[in-house]
């Protein structure tokens, strides 16, 4: 036999399942930055320049004094705009480019689609 709500008793279930829903999320969430909070070894994924086919078609170096077509003698991943900085290691800096993704980029680096960020290169 088949059982049928009201709609003061259906009302009653969604709201009884989105407190189980919202709670058992929420504390996944909350587990999950902990565990990030917690990690204490980082590792950094750099982009391989031989190995990548965007940064070989773009020419990237991981340090732009080894470039053989930068213009600008300034130019590097940190002044750029397409650069975002996420942290240093080792004394050197990387971060994301918008660019190169499956990577970090080092800092000192440079490419072809560098495009000075007028907040940061004078």
């Given at each position: 036999?088949?059982?049928?709500?009201?709609?003061?008793?259906?009302?009653?279930?969604?709201?009884?399942?989105?407190?189980?829903?919202?709670?058992?999320?929420?504390?996944?969430?909350?587990?999950?930055?902990?565990?990030?909070?917690?990690?204490?070894?980082?590792?950094?994924?750099?982009?391989?320049?031989?190995?990548?086919?965007?940064?070989?078609?773009?020419?990237?170096?991981?340090?732009?004094?080894?470039?053989?077509?930068?213009?600008?003698?300034?130019?590097?991943?940190?002044?750029?705009?397409?650069?975002k900085k996420l942290g240093e290691?080792?004394?050197?800096?990387?971060?994301?480019?918008?660019?190169?993704?499956?990577?970090?980029?080092?800092?000192?680096?440079?490419?072809?689609?560098?495009?000075?960020?007028?907040?940061?290169?004078?």
């Amino acid at each position: 036999m088949r059982t049928y709500f009201n709609r003061r008793q259906f009302i009653g279930r969604v709201i009884q399942a989105c407190l189980v829903l919202g709670t058992s999320v929420g504390s996944l969430g909350s587990l999950a930055v902990e565990a990030a909070k917690n990690k204490k070894s980082k590792v950094v994924r750099y982009i391989d320049p031989k190995k990548n086919p965007t940064a070989i078609s773009l020419k990237y170096v991981e340090l732009a004094s080894q470039s053989t077509v930068r213009t600008i003698q300034q130019a590097n991943c940190t002044n750029c705009i397409q650069y975002k900085k996420l942290g240093e290691e080792g004394g050197v800096e990387y971060g994301r480019c918008n660019m190169l993704t499956g990577g970090v980029v080092k800092g000192p680096g440079w490419c072809t689609s560098w495009v000075k960020n007028p907040k940061v290169f004078k």
